[in-house]
């Protein structure tokens, strides 16, 4: 009975969240397109009676709508919220911190169940483990999306920066060089080369809209680009050359690190399976036979301690052969 309670109130709780969080999705894209539809004044007016004819009303401001700007206010002013915008951005991904925040409970929640129901089947224990594991998730996708974005944006970079030396040697200016990275080159590249080109038409200068694009791409290849343009705006120069030698050094740094990359995937191997291996047996032992393995999670005197330091000296393990096989270029 007990059992049921338990998981019948999770579901429900995790239902209500994801039912929150779709309807906030929706309405916001409802309230984008009537705040847009007020700039287009020549053809708001007839867009307006057409809805009225069809018979469509505006949707107001749900009690959803107002909870959710409620706790984008109530967590606008805290660290974690700006650093959560910092790598949504990175991310790119459409979120506010408060819908961030739903994602962590929703993920704990979600993580808790199936390891309640699923994997440790009524073990609580193991599942508040879980759910602590869950509480971390999304962070950790959020991270992995950033990585991988960036290292498609900084393989793209020799190419694009070869684009925009062929723009500058045809008569663009840098701007107009700029919109033909955005409009030629491949995802992230594009995305971020059109945010800087909005930012400028809105008014915002040049070394400060390259400045925001390294904030989202956080390179050092974009950064020696980005220091370039600034001092050839300052001071002049041939802005084609320098650019292409930047482009020839961003090339060989990539194949450096190709080979070196090569060169350390047997450490890196090496790191997943000390890594995994004790994580895979533990919870393959605790499917199979639980009581065999359970007795470490029953004894706190004794059992406790032991799977504490096991975490600790296999994570220092990893951190150990990562260090090793990080070369700095």
């Not at 390891?115 to 193991?126: E, H, K, S, T």
Request: with cysteine; hydrophobic share 45%; glycine share 10%.
């Amino acid at each position: 009975m007990e059992f049921l309670v338990i998981g019948g109130g999770a579901l429900l709780a995790f239902g209500i969240l994801a039912f929150g969080i779709y309807t906030i999705r929706r309405d916001r894209q409802k309230q984008i397109e009537e705040r847009l539809g007020r700039y287009t004044s020549e053809y708001g007016s007839q867009l307006s009676e057409l809805l009225e004819a069809e018979g469509t009303q505006l949707h107001q401001a749900t009690s959803i709508e107002l909870l959710q700007e409620a706790a984008d206010k109530a967590i606008a002013e805290s660290n974690f919220a700006s650093i959560w915008k910092s790598q949504l951005s990175r991310a790119d991904l459409k979120l506010t911190p408060a819908e961030f925040l739903g994602m962590h409970f929703v993920s704990v929640i979600g993580f808790f169940l199936a390891a309640y129901l699923v994997v440790f089947r009524g073990n609580i224990i193991l599942s508040l483990i879980a759910g602590v594991i869950g509480f971390f998730a999304p962070r950790i996708w959020v991270s992995m999306k950033i990585g991988r974005r960036l290292n498609q944006f900084e393989s793209q970079l020799p190419d694009n920066l070869q684009m925009w030396v062929n723009g500058l040697r045809s008569g663009y200016s840098v701007l107009q060089a700029i919109e033909g990275i955005a409009r030629e080159a491949a995802e992230p590249t594009a995305t971020e080369f059109k945010r800087v080109v909005k930012e400028v038409q809105l008014g915002i200068p040049m070394d400060e809209a390259l400045d925001h694009m390294l904030t989202r791409m956080p390179s050092d290849d974009l950064d020696l680009v980005i220091t370039a343009v600034n001092i050839q705006r300052e001071v002049g120069g041939n802005l084609a050359e320098i650019l292409e030698v930047i482009s020839h050094t961003i090339r060989e740094r990539i194949k450096l690190k190709g080979e070196i990359r090569v060169l350390t995937a047997q450490g890196r191997v090496t790191g997943y399976i000390i890594g995994g291996m004790p994580v895979f047996l533990l919870g393959f032992l605790m499917m199979a036979n639980p009581d065999y393995v359970g007795r470490l999670f029953e004894n706190r005197m004794c059992g406790w301690p032991m799977l504490g330091c096991g975490a600790g000296m296999i994570s220092l393990g990893v951190a150990v052969i990562q260090r090793i096989i990080d070369i700095e270029i």
